[in-house]
């Protein structure tokens, strides 16, 4: 998948970014259409855009980040961007007063979604790191170019991630198909949960993954 490098410059990547959510061209990633219109959704994800302040416990997050940041150099060459990746990552799921989402599994989503690319866009429309559908900008009031924006797009990825395993009751394999609207269709949540292997640390650990289906081993 192409990358392309977050020092052009602001207004002409604006443009681009426009330019290509409306002509929807396609950039390698894999939202459906189908996926994240839940009516619920909503302010979930109002509130998550809302809520930009970070929390964070310095010495947890630089355990994470010292483990990550090598991580994501092969995805993200520009080193401001790929620390404003983790930076987000990390604040927003660890947000207080919600239920945790593992960081590794959102960064797994990233690379099975985007490769990391900030202007990605599906065949369906989805945008960006975690491949948002545009019709969330429109519903928030927001411009659907802030979708490319690391801050904005991982906010909302991460808001509709943690409802869709909240409504799972954490079984991350279900949760993933609703977010990526492919229910019944097992190649997404493999490849996602697989990636996850990668992006797993320390903070990651506990959470009740279903990581393989009871057939898997079959084959």
């Excluded at 697989?194 to 990581?211: C, K, M």
């Amino acid at each position: 998948m192409k990358r392309l490098r977050s020092s052009a410059s602001g207004w002409a990547a604006k443009a681009l970014a426009a330019l290509f959510v409306l002509l929807g061209l396609t950039a390698g990633a894999r939202a459906q259409a189908a996926g994240q219109r839940d009516p619920a959704l909503r302010p979930i994800v109002q509130q998550a855009i809302a809520q930009a302040q970070c929390f964070l416990d310095r010495y947890d997050a630089a355990v994470w980040y010292t483990l990550m940041e090598p991580r994501l150099a092969r995805y993200v060459h520009n080193p401001a961007e790929r620390l404003n990746i983790l930076h987000q990552v990390y604040c927003v799921t660890h947000q207080p007063g919600l239920a945790k989402v593992p960081p590794g599994l959102v960064l797994a989503v990233m690379q099975v979604e985007s490769d990391f690319n900030r202007w990605a866009v599906s065949a369906s429309g989805a945008v960006g790191l975690m491949q948002v559908m545009p019709y969330w900008p429109e519903r928030l009031g927001m411009q659907r170019y802030e979708l490319v924006h690391v801050s904005a797009n991982i906010r909302m990825g991460c808001a509709i991630l943690r409802y869709y395993l909240q409504s799972t009751h954490d079984d991350v394999r279900l949760a993933l198909e609703e977010y990526n609207g492919s229910v019944g269709r097992h190649f997404y949540p493999d490849r996602v949960l697989t990636a996850w292997e990668n992006w797993s640390g320390a903070d990651d650990l506990g959470f009740p993954v279903r990581a393989r289906r009871p057939d898997a081993t079959a084959r």
